[in-house]
């Protein structure tokens, strides 16, 4: 059975850092989102992006965020300096109708 | 903005009770919920999903009921397995581009 997959499954990272999370969606899939949950908290929606381009994205997603699907596999997710507060676990997922099929995440840690 | 909530936090039930969890969301114009399950280290997984136009869905084990009076929504699991041991988010799909928008989660403990 196709699955969202994505890579590391635990980033370590000084704050300050530039890390970028990677995903591979499921293959016909053409909706891809990325979320967020703090330990112990709900999921959290970040952005969504569908043909090439951010579709919606939410308060937490600001300018120190950016996705890009650099070709027709790949879909990621970048911090440009990260902060304490951005650890947490990153899930992405990707969507065929109204179901949407999550990774297993990554967990982003900044020390 | 839009919200949705749980009830409650924790629930343990015997292996073999049925479980009741329950959700509450705030946007009478929401049309389409759906149940996920998480288990620790995953991410979460379809259950089961139920649009405004129906008030009940049956699916393996699952049902899930939805009043839009109240506006609450809730998840029966029949006859309860240890390996229905996880945290249950209850989400409603918003927005366009069908962003979820997500519940606080009830950690259900399946007792032996």
């Known amino acids: 059975e196709p699955e969202v997959t994505q890579t590391p499954s635990h980033q370590v990272t000084q704050m300050g850092q530039e890390v970028i999370l990677r995903c591979v969606p499921i293959?016909?899939?053409?909706?891809f989102y990325w979320y967020r949950q703090i330990l112990g908290q709900k999921v959290e929606f970040l952005v969504s992006?569908?043909?090439?381009?951010?579709?919606?994205k939410s308060e937490i997603f600001d300018d120190q965020f950016s996705v890009e699907r650099p070709d027709g596999s790949n879909f990621t997710l970048k911090i440009r300096s990260t902060k304490l507060e951005d650890s947490a676990m990153y899930f992405c997922a990707s969507r065929y109708l109204n179901e949407q099929f999550f990774g297993p995440g990554t967990r982003l840690t900044v020390l | 903005g839009e919200s949705v909530g749980l009830h409650l936090p924790t629930l343990s039930v015997q292996e073999g009770d049925n479980s009741i969890i329950n959700c509450a969301y705030s946007n009478s114009a929401s049309d389409y919920f759906i149940w996920y399950k998480q288990e620790s280290g995953k991410g979460p997984q379809f259950i089961i999903d139920i649009r405004s136009n129906m008030d009940k869905r049956q699916g393996q084990r699952v049902t899930v009921l939805l009043n839009k009076t109240v506006k609450h929504l809730s998840l029966q699991i029949a006859a309860t397995q240890p390996g229905d041991s996880a945290v249950y988010f209850c989400a409603v799909l918003s927005g366009g581009y069908n962003k979820l928008i997500f519940g606080a989660g009830t950690r259900l403990a399946v007792h032996p």
């Open positions: 992006f569908y043909n090439n381009e951010i579709s919606e």
């Open positions: 293959s016909n899939h053409l909706y």
